[in-house]
Nanobody, 125 residues
């Protein structure tokens, strides 16, 4: 079971990036998926999550209105569209998957079973 993040990079303030989280070895159909980030010296922070069945979403206060999570069950991939990026968004971004309740509940805390290796996002001029 593997999750692979991609799409990170260096972007100027105000710019956009789209992160992808692709699953291999299992289907995400019955998993809630969350995006988290960790900046140097800081705790891992919940950014956004999405449920398996109805695609309900949650967002951390610091990204509301700027980030959008979505899922494509055909592609077995979850996306995080990040707009209006700020220097304080700089971090390693991780995706994670949780099968609890067949993925019908998602949360922004770190009790997820499966994690990717992370992708670096740097927002700087």
């Amino acid at each position: 079971l593997q999750l692979v993040e991609s799409g990170g990079g260096l972007v100027q303030p105000g710019g956009s990036l789209r992160l992808s989280c692709a699953a291999s070895g299992f289907t995400l159909d019955y998993f809630a998926v969350g995006w988290f980030r960790q900046a140097p010296g800081k705790e891992r922070e919940g950014v956004s999550c999405i449920t398996s069945n109805d695609g309900s979403t949650k967002y951390g206060d610091s990204v509301k209105g700027r980030f959008t999570i979505s899922r494509d069950n055909v592609e077995n991939t979850v996306y995080l569209q990040m707009n209006s990026l700020k220097p304080e968004d700089t971090a390693v971004y991780y995706c994670a998957a949780d099968p609890t309740a067949l993925g019908r509940v998602c949360r922004l805390t770190t009790e997820y079973d499966y994690w990717g290796q992370g992708t670096q996002v740097t927002v700087s001029s």
